[in-house]
């Protein structure tokens, strides 16, 4: 008995947690899509009052009954990063490795790029027109 009500509360708890990452998932798919800019994206996401009601049902509930004693902590834990993100230094360390990110992506680009050029030479001088990469 105890066993299955503590089953039924962990299918709860996840099915909430797989909704509220469902709509961040969307969010940031949206995002990656380049469709839209972030704004009309925001925008968009601030219409939807169903789905706004249920992610703000969702958190609630999993704050107030699931996470229990861990509330405090996860506040805590929010908080500390906020700051450190904002008065820390956190958003230049994140602006700092997207553009490392950024730069190896355009380096491995480039060379993608003069590899396949090398590819279609070496083809052409061995007369194999049509082979790719």
């Not at 909430?16 to 961040?24: Q, R």
């Not at 949206?30 to 925001?42: A, F, R, T």
């Not at 590899?115 to 790719?132: E, S």
């Amino acid at each position: 008995m105890i066993e299955e009500a503590m089953s039924e509360e962990m299918e709860e708890k996840k099915k909430l947690a797989d909704f509220v990452k469902s709509v961040h998932r969307d969010l940031r798919k949206k995002l990656k899509s380049g469709e839209k800019s972030i704004g009309n994206i925001w925008k968009d996401h601030c219409k939807n009052t169903e789905v706004l009601q249920d992610y703000a049902s969702a958190m609630q509930k999993l704050a107030t009954v699931h996470w229990g004693p861990q509330q405090l902590e996860r506040i805590q834990w929010c908080r500390k990063t906020l700051l450190e993100y904002f008065k820390s230094g956190g958003l230049k360390k994140c602006i700092e490795k997207d553009y490392k990110r950024l730069k190896r992506y355009r380096a491995l680009n480039v060379c993608n790029i003069k590899l396949k050029r090398y590819h279609a030479i070496m083809v052409h001088n061995k007369g194999l027109k049509g082979t790719m990469l």
